[in-house]
């Protein structure tokens, strides 16, 4: 039975590993029910985090403005 680190199955979600790792993946996917929950949380867990938006402090870009542009007072609303 291969084994797999959670690299290897982060690797998979981004589909940043070989077709051959991909392919025995799936098959253990298909046949082991920890690696499959395993791979949907991954999957899951990058769903959220991509709704997450951020947006930096007016403050701080006020200071970074102004570090910038010291002869324009520059205020972000």
């Known amino acids: 039975m291969q084994t797999f680190t959670p690299n290897d199955l982060m690797l998979y979600v981004f589909n940043e590993c070989s077709e051959e790792q991909s392919l025995l993946i799936q098959k253990a996917m298909a046949t082991n029910v920890e690696i ?6 991954l999957q899951a867990s990058i769903q959220e985090i991509s709704t997450i938006s951020y947006s930096p402090n007016p403050n701080t870009m006020d200071k970074i403005f102004a570090q910038l542009h010291p002869e324009n007072k520059l205020h972000i609303v």
Do not use: Q
């Not at 499959?36 to 949380?41: G, H, R």
């Open 36 to 41: 499959k929950n395993e791979v949907e949380s």
